[in-house]
Every structure is written in structure tokens, then in C-alpha cells.
């Protein structure tokens, strides 16, 4: 929600006027922490094996081998992250 707040503030600045890079810098801070976030639960119930085995169709998309996990797990922040910008 607070990036919602964010760049509905960001939105409805007068025009003429400038908005602070401090205000983009805590809107970019906001959107990657809530992605980091996302990221982090998403991962964690897919790798988890009990969850790996009640519903396989599903869980699963996190592949083994740790170069190809790392590669996931920072496409889903960047995703998260890019879905509360859009």
C-alpha cells in the first residue's frame, strides 16, 4: 500500500513543480522491499517439500541447481517489484 500512496503523491503534483529525488529514491526503497518480500515467501513455499508434494501441479518452478534458484528468485523481486509500478 505505501507504494500506492507514493506514486499517487508523485501523480498529483503541481505541475511546475519538481519532485524530490528523495521521493523517488523511497518510492524505488518501497516497490523493491515489498518485491524482496514476495520474492522471499514465494520462494520459500515453493521450495518447500511438504508443499513440493501436496500439490505438485503448483509448487515446483524453483529449479534445483543454485545458479538457476539465484536467477529465479531475483526475476520474481524485479516482477514484484515492477508490478506495484505499473
Do not use: C, H
Not at 31 to 51: C, H, L, M, Q, V
Request: hydrophobic residues 45%; without cysteine.
Amino acid at each position: 500500500p505505501g507504494v500506492i500512496i507514493q506514486l499517487m503523491a508523485i501523480a498529483t503534483t503541481e505541475q511546475g513543480k519538481e519532485v524530490s529525488n528523495g521521493a523517488w529514491t523511497s518510492l524505488a526503497v518501497s516497490a523493491f522491499s515489498t518485491g524482496f518480500i514476495s520474492a522471499s515467501i514465494s520462494y520459500d513455499w515453493d521450495t518447500n517439500p511438504e508443499k513440493r508434494q501436496q500439490v505438485q501441479d503448483f509448487y515446483g518452478y524453483v529449479p534445483a541447481q543454485a545458479s538457476r534458484r539465484t536467477i529465479v528468485f531475483y526475476t520474481l523481486v524485479f516482477f514484484s517489484a515492477g508490478m506495484l509500478l505499473i
